[in-house]
């Protein structure tokens, strides 16, 4: 029997991401929350910075799962999940976790999906902008 093995996020790269998301924070002038999950949606690390929303670091790991259980950035449904629209409804599944706008991104490694990265606390395109600058700061991709 052969056993399929894929990369998966490590506790050090986690803690590294949700560095660079405060970091990037702190130049923006914004306080956040961010949230890293494995390929299987399950939290490695996650952090809130002193003043941050205190449902940011919930609603970052939720963004975190969403990116990571469907491989696209969360931002991706934000016209198609609208009322009418292809997605209608798409908020409602993943047991209600599933986030339909900006702040989360899938994290992947040659092309093989390693985990998710969710960013919470401010606007939400200001969350993704972060999630994506401390992704490449990594040497991630956020698409395949």
């Known amino acids: ?14 803690r590294r991401l949700v560095d660079e998301v405060h970091a990037e924070a702190t130049r923006q002038g914004v306080r956040l929350a961010a949230a890293v999950v494995d390929r299987g949606g ?4 996650a952090a ?8 940011a670091v919930s609603l970052g790991l939720d963004k975190a799962f969403t990116a990571a259980s469907f491989g ?7 016209a ?9 409804g798409l908020a409602g ?16 490694v040659d092309g093989q999906l390693v985990g998710g990265l969710g960013v919470s606390g401010a606007a939400s395109t200001v969350d993704e902008a972060c999630a994506e600058k401390a ?9 395949p």
């Open 80 to 88: 198609s999940s609208a009322p009418g629209g292809s997605d209608w």
């Open 93 to 108: 599944t993943l047991g209600g976790r599933a986030v339909v706008f900006p702040g989360g991104v899938p994290l992947y």
């Open 72 to 78: 696209h950035p969360t931002s991706a449904w934000i």
């Open 135 to 143: 992704a490449g700061n990594c040497a991630l991709e956020t698409r």
């Open 42 to 45: 399950n939290l490695v690390a």
């Open 1 to 14: 029997m052969t056993l399929i093995q894929q990369p998966d996020m490590s506790c050090e790269l986690a």
């Open 48 to 55: 809130r910075m002193d003043g941050a929303q205190l449902g």
